[in-house]
């Protein structure tokens, strides 16, 4: 982290853990919208990110530069999370972090593992960027987090990350003794764009009778250029913008075919039998929400346990805020408990 970054984490930190009548005071009057109230910790965090003139996920700037935006932005609000140990990897050829919360047995004796891949658009995001939520949700849930950083695009273009995540997979479970792996408790996980590769191992796993015992989809990216209310309502001002989801596809998708592709087009792929449950979590003011609420729908539809949380009070990227402010942390704590229910 540079010592710039540094700064404003301890300022962005000091401000949010203000009590929450002084937050109310500095954000504004209640941001209320489509029958929701924004978390004011949230409400405060975009105004200082527009007054400080700092960049979400906007469109009209490079990918390098995107890149970097992201890196900062995270190391800002992920903090310094305790976690019991840490490794790095290589998993399928892939670079990968494996966490290993407090207490965790020994690779001795078998145990889950949660495979995470971050979301970033399918053109930002790193282990890095996705460090802090992997450390609490393995800390907070007891569940070893396995995370892998799949090639994106324009440099690997698709379908090439998501033959990297499934190679993936497949390696976890031929290597799960030496991993000290339960093969019969291995979960799949991701957000946004990685919300969509998590959700297509479960169906690979499905169709090809490997063993997953659970898929956690945080808010995913199900189904693009998809017309929801959702999109029409948080695409500006909100961290994840419209502009910046068109410019991705038109990056990552340049062609029709590409968009209908069933690894894409979720809300369109036929749903096997004997999916892995689900936790689909989506937020209220989020442009992903609807599309997210809608696989949960076909996930149902298909004969899969599902549980579907929403965050009425939460933002797209809420889920890397976890050391600064509460709500989100909040948020990201009840996510890791449901882990722990899934898997440990």
Request: hydrophobic share 45%.
């Amino acid at each position: 982290m540079s010592v710039m970054t540094a700064v404003e984490a301890r300022l962005v930190r000091s401000v949010l853990g203000l009590p929450e009548r002084v937050q109310r005071a500095l954000a504004g009057p209640p941001f209320l919208r489509d029958g929701q109230i924004l978390a004011v910790d949230l409400q405060l965090m975009l105004r200082l990110q527009r007054l400080a003139r700092k960049r979400s996920m906007v469109a009209g700037v490079t990918i390098e530069q995107g890149r970097k935006d992201m890196s900062s932005g995270a190391a800002i609000v992920g903090g310094d999370q305790p976690i019991g140990a840490v490794r790095d990897l290589t998993v399928a050829g892939l670079p990968a972090r494996h966490y290993l919360p407090h207490g965790a047995r020994s690779t001795s004796s078998a145990q889950p593992v949660l495979l995470f891949f971050h979301g970033g658009g399918f053109i930002y995001g790193d282990l890095d960027s996705h460090d802090a939520p992997c450390r609490v949700v393995a800390e907070e849930s007891g569940v070893p987090v396995l995370s892998v950083a799949w090639g994106l695009g324009p440099e690997r273009p698709f379908p090439g990350g998501f033959d990297d995540a499934e190679a993936a997979l497949r390696w976890v479970v031929e290597h799960a003794a030496e991993l000290g792996v339960d093969p019969d408790r291995i979960g799949v996980a991701g957000d946004s764009a990685g919300g969509k590769v998590a959700a297509w191992l479960a169906i690979m796993a499905a169709r090809s009778g490997i063993p997953l015992a659970f898929q956690l989809l945080v808010y995913p990216a199900a189904q693009p250029e998809y017309d929801s209310e959702s999109r029409r309502l948080f695409g500006e001002g909100l961290y994840l913008t419209s502009d910046f989801m068109t410019e991705v596809e038109d990056i990552y998708l340049p062609t029709p075919a590409e968009r209908a592709d069933e690894r894409i087009a979720l809300l369109e792929t036929v749903l096997p039998s004997g999916l892995a449950p689900a936790l689909v979590v989506t937020a209220g003011f989020d442009p992903l929400r609807d599309e997210g609420e809608a696989y949960a729908r076909r996930l149902v539809e298909s004969g899969a346990s599902v549980e579907l949380k929403r965050y009425p009070d939460q933002i797209h990227g809420f889920f890397n805020i976890v050391g600064v402010g509460r709500s989100s942390r909040s948020a990201v704590l009840e996510i890791a408990a449901k882990v722990r229910a899934a898997l440990a």
